[in-house]
């Protein structure tokens, strides 16, 4: 039994030319900065009671 070759693949860029301001850094979210996900709001005015400057009484 022969196999028939197979089509030649197209070669990959070796340069990529986007614009890299159009993706997202990983810094651009909540999880980039190590926050942990929001949605329990008594949870998140207890941080934010805990976290508030001595100066924001």
Request: no cysteine; aromatic share 6%; hydrophobic share 25%.
């Amino acid at each position: 039994m022969s196999t028939a070759p197979e089509p030649p693949r197209e070669p990959k860029p070796a340069l990529v030319f986007d614009d890299p301001l159009d993706q997202p850094a990983s810094d651009d979210t909540d999880r980039g900065w190590g926050e942990r996900p929001s949605g329990d709001s008594a949870a998140d005015l207890r941080r934010f009671l805990d976290e508030k400057p001595p100066h924001h009484i």
